[in-house]
């Protein structure tokens, strides 16, 4: 993964639109599908509105391409999202990404264990929040209160 500067991308939008975006979309298509041997769901999807995978991909390819992170840092960072938001498919297509880029099996075993507890973290983060949230301010839950309980039985009584 080469490094863009601002003038290649301006000159990369200028060859979309001189060939349109249907040429555009079926060339990028069939680049991915070299490269990795098959074009992800989401892309062959997408492609069904060229300019949604032409913005996508440029996106994409250009956070990327400018990262001043190494090109095999940017993949096992991709990796750890798509494990942690359990997706197989990114999964698997980072990680393929990933040993392109020259990471290690043991490289790749961190970064799956790493996304895992992390979102591990998350889970019981956001469940012990909303646990405070909703149990804690639970009306039936709280303690009664002292005064009430003896309002109440001065009256029955």
């Known amino acids: 993964m080469e490094k863009t500067t601002k003038e290649e991308f301006e000159e ?12 555009t ?3 990028w298509m069939q680049e991915i599908e070299e490269e990795y ?4 769901l989401i892309f062959k999807r997408m492609g069904e509105r060229p300019e949604v995978l032409i ?8 956070v990327a391409q400018t990262s001043p992170l190494d090109p095999k840092y940017v993949e096992l960072i991709s990796l750890a999202v798509g494990a942690a938001l359990k ?3 990114c999964t698997g297509y980072h990680m393929q990404a990933s040993l392109k880029m020259g990471a290690s099996r043991e490289e790749i075993l961190e970064v799956i264990l ?3 507890m992390i979102s591990n973290s998350s889970v019981l983060a956001n469940s012990y929040r909303i646990f405070d949230e909703k149990l804690e301010r639970c009306l039936p839950c709280e303690p009664k209160d002292a005064n009430a309980v003896q ?3 001065k009256k029955r009584g």
């Open 12 to 23: 990369r939008l200028a060859q979309i639109v001189a060939r349109g975006a249907d040429a």
């Open 25 to 27: 979309a079926d060339e």
């Open 37 to 40: 041997g098959r074009v992800p």
């Open 55 to 62: 913005s996508h991909l440029l996106y994409k390819g250009t």
């Open 87 to 89: 997706c197989p498919h």
């Open 114 to 116: 790493l996304a895992g």
């Open 151 to 153: 309002t109440k039985k």
